[in-house]
């Protein structure tokens, strides 16, 4: 087993013994770009405190390898898309076909509806090729399909072997990169020698060891235009409350940065920051008096403990089933304010319109990255990880590590900061 | 006396004594964000090699201390927009007047029209207040106004001692920091405890120790509109050559992003690597062959020593004078194809549509935490500083080293790498 | 008197005696733009059947008059916007200001937040000059503010009079034209010669004798936004149903034009056509056989007959409160289907974000056009009446016709054909 | 031959014995869209002056009939694209390829860049069916690729005829009606019964009777950022010009509605307005030192008279090139201005940029409706004509009358009144 850090090692599938087909170069300054060498790692951690720095963590740097795993004429590998939509999820498939045939893999079979493709009687697989996906960045969505919801992974192993797939990407966000694990857990039990690569896919940003997840950025970008629209409602009407509710289960990262680009928003909830209603309307209340309007994002996940205990309700899979705090808040707002003074609310719910967005360009451009080391990864036997990006620098991650915890604002840090500099809220309320 | 130190040392006015005004805490874990430790610094290099790290150079971490240098009562602050226009300067701006209120601080002027505007007889400054700059985020361009040239930096430290100011930010390119340093280096001779902060603007991306600058991201957006629209060209017509010029002196970042971006380039060339005509000729002619119409990307300062060396010229402060890439390579494929087999090359120079845009959501965030950092940096004290993005923080750079050398991409690198496998091109023709 | 003539005859204050300030002309082919000629009308039917033109019904052509009624140095104005925010309003107001200023005329007042700024103790009013309103066309909404509901006619004929205001321009719906329609009735009992015209606003496009209302076009591009993504949610899922509810209570404008733009929808339900949900369930189920997705989409008004008779609430003016045909269909589908074979449906109501955005330039160049005929045809003497635009002319339309009914999509009409030929859906089920 | 008007008598190749299979009515109030009556015909002019209407000249509604001339089954369709790109080209033969396979036809093909894909030994044809077209619209410019220039009509009848096409769709602008009438004649001079049917392409919308061509508005709005660009950067520099080139050979079109769209242009020059080059740098001077920046916009087709008489060159067809006005005018107004006080000129020529654009969704819509309407004329067997719009209705033009003459601003207009209001310049200089 390769690596040397206790946590983020990565497995390897055996010996890399055949030359890379790609032709890149181990020579600086020839003007050819540069193979990956074995030995290159990069700090979890760059931030020197007092003069230390820990060394003691570190990921594999992620990139091609003058030696690889796999034969590329007789190697097939399968990608699947799982979960919500998100946008630039064509953009890494596309990338990750293109990517292979440079390679001159024998056959990249696309499976339909996320894992729902992988079983007996389930939606056909598709055959993908450059031409095929020649078009797809074109669109949102995924045009292979997608689906939530776990299969059994002895099941899909069958579909694999059977289909002697030596490479599975899967793009997806946490079930899926748990799904994924399941696969290759149960792959190395069999002794087949699976590469499992996964592609984190989480709108939220909320996976660990990678700064920001594809997609991220695009659903900024529509955030933005919704709180705009809010703002425009908001400033358009005497007492004029926006309220604008946005994606974001743990992690209120897109309500952050989405306020931030917008630079006019006075309250901003998110599910690490506990808050009260009562502080709340307060907080309402003076900026209505000093500003004559007042503008609220929320992160769906804020404020889940204000709902009554007992009306708390868990899905199939026992994760508590988040209550909609945009209607919640817009009914007690309502409530509150209408028996002392008149107020006009405007509540919009973007939900859809975002993660169905194309992604903006500088999004395509780390989707290409991400499909491009997903595949460098595989061809050199790495399996059982995910592709990540820290400290400027693309790296592999565990699927162990990435699928251990979320990423969430740390409220002592900088982004909650900002975004506080920025709305003038205070910390609590 | 302005330092030069190998580590990143950035020169302080004097002892921070006064107490930030601003509601931050020292403890984790209250849900109050945190000022900035004064001993946190950030590694100029987070790759590990062969289990070594480098951590003899390192940068101060950017953010607000407990303890500053100005009384904010007490204290005057100027901001200067210099050089050609780009995404975000109005963004920079209004955060910069925006935080200095939140400090409390006596006043905020504008200097008009770069430079030009600190020297008697120039244009005149505005008072800057939040109410003024409230909506100078929506419109592109410099709301302040911007000019090119050098002033004679005893003249324009008359003024800013006439006009009591203490702090001085300067938005600009390479040019407007080295005129912020001649400033700041006038200052400390003559012992007026100014501080100089800079917030580095160039849209080229090439300035070093900033991961990217603001309106990079902006412009690479608009850029692949520009190569979007010759790829229709191009393809849209028999033996179509879509040609696209982008910005890029010394550094081909956008042309290289902006490719990535749209995925179908065959051609990307950038000044960091040089070609023949012969063998960009036998290129084109291979692509055609093979695909039926050729898309090609060049930053204006590919290819620059093509041109015969009699032609060149340079301007008054003595910098070559770009020779115009776009127009000379349309003219000497078409002379070069048409004599064998007809062509359709569309050329696109797509140049100030890029660089007046409204920045993307994704840039005005990144515009509002270099405003809100320069604050930071000069309250505290600091001078002859930018604020500089690298390895997931902000950071100060002194002026020194932020103008010492330019950012270019590295052609045994990451990105030049990804570049040509998207393409397809061979690394050197 | 308030004149209601069957011929769409014009109320006018007095005769016009002053002769124009403007620099036009009279002369065809001196290259100068002319006046409009007092005796030029514009046919209400353009169509000739059997040989037959029916000329009986005609509009009064806008535009610019040799000689006007009201000299402009003595010559006041105000403007007033009501009722909800629709993209444009603001490139309206703008137009109006820079235009009156081009009469030269003494004052224009924006009386703010509708017409509650006309009522003593309201918000109060600003001055309005062409510095004022420069930027106002970059944001949605309405710098001016606005509010629904009536006020008093004889109170804010008051405020206009005790104010000298010889020109009201009313920015609005339905609503504000009945209150214009007061305004200018209680003036002329007063022999009070005030001037009112209206710019009519309404996002449904439902005003009759104009062909496209300011904003219509902004909104359908926003809601042809909202159908791509929805379709891309619907194509993502097995058995996806897309479901998006857009603007339009009595009138399907929006949800026709922007179905037609988008090219790709099943099935659209407006107000004028009725259906049964059994007949919907069928449809649906024979699409997602046939194609494996369905998209829908629904104005609001669409289906209003398939609520319970006595769940209908009336408000405070007696209409009929709209239930949510969105949230309906939603259940009712889920609850239909999923008994028999699993669904996807995702529902987008995009609401406010297509009304507080920013016109469109061709919607720029619309809202330019009917904020100039508004002040000449108030210049001119004209009162009473609303801008309208037909036949590829701008006219004047007596208010007491433009308030008389609403403008629908007729069934037998070559928009519903267009519709039907791109859907595919049956004329009725 | 039907039609009663002497001028836009539509040919049609002979009775119309066969029912159509649309599902359409004839009854009024049924809910079922109708059938157009062949009787029913649009006014060319519906102004009344004096109480009088021109009924002497109208053209034939266009639509669907009830009967129509081919049938289906036994019909083979082939449709062109030609000469410059145009943004919607690909949405109407997306229309027209579904509503022919609506009608049931038998076959569908596409000819590849335009008249030289229907020569032997040209470009080879493509089969279109709904499938094949489905996602066409997402993109810009030409699917089927498109190609300037005339072919031999003999030759192309020839190829007609061999593969059994009996109607003929050419998407196109002057040229490309030119060689559809051509084609069109030499099939009657056969007696072979071809219907010929044009969709009029003109980005400069100069055709008459078609108050807009397709692609015109997506054209205007891309024009209009354009423009925006350009005065940022004027308004950013001390005594900046802002000068944009915009299409428009022979008509200003673009650069009107643009202007307007924009509404802070101070100079807007067609070719239907000639000025002097005196006249034009005192414009700029007075509004330089009035204004402190001034915005220009020109047509391409603006002040060719401008250019020394013996610098005039004419193409292979005899036309006259346009001089580049643009660059004309930046070299003069430097040369003028830098001699008495610098000035800060920036030139943008968007060109490519905007004729590569995908359609607005209101220019999508109006692509559908057009594609609709040709293959409803084709069906029931007219012929020699394009779909024109006027008067708020589809219309069939005979191709002789669309290829008469170019529409051009009326200087004496509406339109040209407006600009001359917005920007402030006098009507001659």
């Known amino acids: 087993m390769p690596g040397n850090s206790d946590d983020f090692a990565i497995p390897v599938l055996g010996p890399c013994t055949i030359q890379s087909p790609l032709s890149l170069s181990e020579v600086m300054g020839d003007l050819i770009p540069n193979f990956v060498e074995e030995d ?28 690889i795993y796999f034969d590329p004429p007789k190697t097939r590998a399968g990608i699947v898309t799982c979960g919500g939509l998100c946008p630039g999820i064509n953009d890494v498939v596309k990338t990750l076909v293109n990517e292979l045939y440079r390679y001159g893999i024998a056959s990249v079979t696309g499976f339909t509806f996320g894992y729902a493709g992988l079983i007996p009687g389930g939606p056909s697989p598709v055959v993908l090729t450059p031409e095929v996906v020649s078009d797809w960045n074109l669109h949102g969505g995924s045009m292979l399909g997608s689906s939530r919801g776990p299969q059994d992974p002895a099941v899909m192993v069958d579909t694999l072997q059977r289909m002697s ?35 984190p896919k989480t709108i939220d940003n909320d996976i ?4 920001r997840t594809f997609g991220f950025e695009t659903a ?29 289960r743990y992690s209120g990262y897109i309500a952050a940065y989405a306020s931030l680009a917008v ?16 502080g709340l309307f307060a907080q309402i209340s003076d900026i209505l008096e000093r500003q004559g309007y007042c503008m609220i994002v929320a992160a769906e996940g804020a404020g889940q403990d204000l709902f009554p205990e007992d009306d708390i309700q868990y899905d199939a899979s ?27 609310l405007k509540h919009i719910d973007p939900g859809y319109i975002i993660r169905a967005a194309v992604p903006t360009p500088n999004d395509a451009v780390f989707c290409h990255e991400l499909g491009e080391y997903a595949v460098h990864a595989a061809m050199a ?26 990423k969430i604002i740390d409220p002592d840090g900088a982004l909650w900061r900002s975004v506080l500099q920025m709305s003038g809220q205070p910390a609590t309320f």
Chains 1, 2, 3, 4 share one sequence.
């Not at 720095?53 to 003058?66: I, M, N, Q």
């Not at 409602?233 to 409350?241: D, K, Q, S, T």
């Open 40 to 67: 290159e790692r990069v700090l979890l951690n760059a931030v020197v405190r007092d003069g230390r720095v820990d060394t003691s963590r570190s990921f594999e740097l992620a990139g091609p390898r003058r030696n």
């Open 165 to 199: 797939i030596n490479i599975l990407f899967a793009v997806g966000g946490d079930g899926t990169m748990r799904g994924a694990r399941a696969i290759w857990e149960e792959a190395t039990r069999r002794g087949y020698g699976l590469a499992v690569v996964g592609v």
């Open 208 to 211: 660990p060891y990678i700064t």
């Open 220 to 248: 900024v970008s529509r955030a933005a235009e919704a709180i705009r629209s809010a703002l425009v409602e908001a400033r358009g009407a005497p007492r004029g409350i926006g309220l604008v509710k946005l994606m974001g």
């Open 263 to 278: 630079g006019d928003v006075d309250l901003v909830l998110v599910p690490e920051v506990p808050f009260t209603l009562e």
């Open 318 to 344: 026992g994760n508590r089933k988040l209550k909609d705090i945009g209607l919640f808040l817009k009914e007690r707002i309502v409530a509150r304010f209408t028996e002392e003074k008149s107020i006009n």
């Open 381 to 406: 036997g790495r399996t059982g990880l995910v592709v990540g990006y820290w400290n400027d620098h693309f790296t592999h991650v565990p699927l162990v590590s990435a699928t251990s915890r979320r």
